[in-house]
């Protein structure tokens, strides 16, 4: 059974910094690519951030890029979101995915929520100004 548990998310003044963890099991943590996706109230799920596990490749929205920097832990099959200089509108569920197939190394990332079947539970990520 695939299982994707997150954790690190709190409340946080502007500016300041959170380290999200996505602790996986159930599936060969190496050959998927596991991501971030966020959710604000009233607005659709976009993609934060992912990692392609193969080969390392990374993708990053606009929106955080600069400011936020994924990170995968192979002996702990763990990814880490570290989030900096947050902003009130970081402020969402952060919800970690996992592919459902391998992707080999070079293989373009999919970035929409359609694309994923494994979902953590979610974690608040809430930001005050």
């Known amino acids: 059974e695939v299982q994707l548990v997150e954790s690190g998310g709190g409340l946080v003044q502007a500016g300041e910094s959170l380290r999200l963890s996505c602790a996986t099991s159930?599936?060969?943590?190496?050959?998927?690519?596991i991501g971030w996706f966020r959710q604000a109230p009233g607005l659709e799920r976009e993609g934060v951030s992912f990692?392609?596990?193969?080969?390392?490749?990374?993708w990053y929205a606009d929106s955080v890029k600069g400011r936020v920097t994924i990170s995968s832990d192979n002996a702990k099959n763990t990814v880490y979101l570290q989030m900096s200089s947050l902003k009130p509108e970081d402020t969402a569920v952060y919800y970690c995915?996992?592919?459902?197939?391998?992707?080999?190394?070079?293989?373009?990332?999919?970035?929409?929520?359609?694309?994923?079947?494994?979902w953590g539970q979610g974690t608040q990520v809430t930001v005050s100004s």
């Open positions: 159930g599936f060969t943590f190496d050959d998927h690519v």
């Open positions: 990692i392609r596990n193969s080969d390392g490749g990374t």
């Open positions: 995915v996992a592919s459902d197939v391998a992707v080999p190394r070079g293989i373009a990332i999919v970035i929409v929520p359609e694309g994923y079947d494994y």
